[in-house]
């Protein structure tokens, strides 16, 4: 079995150095399946989201902030599960605030040097997810990382709370050409 399809992202940048300012759109996954997995059978859609965000860096402090909106073409977002929720006594649909609220990942980056930044974030949506009423987290929607920026090597480590786990997530990024990043 096979299928095909196409796909794009589209997006667009403001930068404003003077200000240290920086805006982004973007439009994910916009496409479609050309042919599905069975002959006749229905066409499966594309993961399509869209996205704004806004960074702003402080002017005297080694610090910037950023949100992040996801999943704009929805108002509603959340996976509604009756079963699951009926079992853990959530009956309420969420409020309009909350639904609202799901849309939106804030983050800030401190740069304790100018090789060690230290980053945090708090993701809205994973925490209404991962939020069981009968095991829950504290920490649910939060991550944190630290990277370390060389001349011509970055490493980086993150984590991430879910429910009584965490994930972790390593990266190097390396230029074999060696010139700096």
Not at 3 to 25: E, F, K, P, T
Not at 83 to 97: C, D, H, R, S, Y
């Amino acid at each position: 079995m096979h299928s095909s399809g196409i796909a794009a992202d589209i997006g667009i940048v403001y930068y404003d150095s003077a200000s240290q300012l920086q805006a982004s759109v973007v439009v994910k996954n916009a496409g479609t399946q050309l042919k599905s997995y069975t002959d006749g059978g229905p066409k499966e859609e594309l993961p399509f989201d869209v996205e704004a965000g806004i960074t702003k860096r402080l002017a005297h402090a080694p610090i910037q902030f950023s949100l992040t909106a996801h999943h704009l073409q929805l108002f509603n977002i959340y996976y509604n599960d009756t079963t699951f929720n009926a079992q853990e006594g959530n009956l309420g649909g969420g409020t309009g605030f909350n639904k609202v609220m799901a849309h939106f990942v804030l983050s800030a980056q401190f740069f304790i040097t100018d090789k060690i930044e230290l980053s945090t974030g708090y993701n809205f949506l994973r925490r209404q997810d991962l939020d069981a009423i009968t095991s829950t987290n504290g920490l649910n929607g939060f991550t944190m990382g630290v990277g370390v920026l060389l001349k011509k090597l970055h490493i980086r480590y993150a984590t991430g709370f879910y429910q009584q786990n965490m994930f972790h997530q390593f990266s190097i990024n390396l230029n074999w050409k060696g010139e700096s990043l």
